[in-house]
């Protein structure tokens, strides 16, 4: 099964927040733990562990608005969203305007 070239560019953002997300989580919860004396003076390693947390939390903030605003392969409308003002995105829906289910081709055509 081949995917639509709209898919095949969504795929990747996807697969970006998945992984880079929890990363992003497990390093700030691990450095809520840290003794305030170790963080007031960081070693060389302390920062490179802080500067490559805040890179991961960087990329997926990154990924999450390119979700956020994909375009309806269908459509063109936003396909997480009924509109930019909407506070909770539908990740697991379709859109919400023509109904197209994820991954569906938007041709209609059957694979």
């Keep these: 099964m081949t995917l639509n ?58 990924g999450i608005v390119r979700l956020w605003f994909f375009r309806c392969p269908r459509c063109g409308g936003l396909f997480h969203q009924k509109s930019i003002f909407t506070s909770v995105p539908r990740l697991g829906a379709g859109c919400p305007r023509c109904g197209l289910e994820k991954w569906q081709d938007p041709t209609g055509a059957s694979p």
């Design 5 to 62: 070239p709209a898919w095949r560019a969504y795929r990747p953002w996807l697969s970006v927040v998945t992984v880079s997300l929890p990363l992003f989580l497990l390093w700030a919860f691990g450095m809520q733990s840290q003794p305030a004396r170790v963080m007031r003076y960081p070693t060389a390693g302390l920062k490179f562990v802080m500067a490559a947390g805040l890179g991961v939390g960087l990329v997926s903030v990154a």
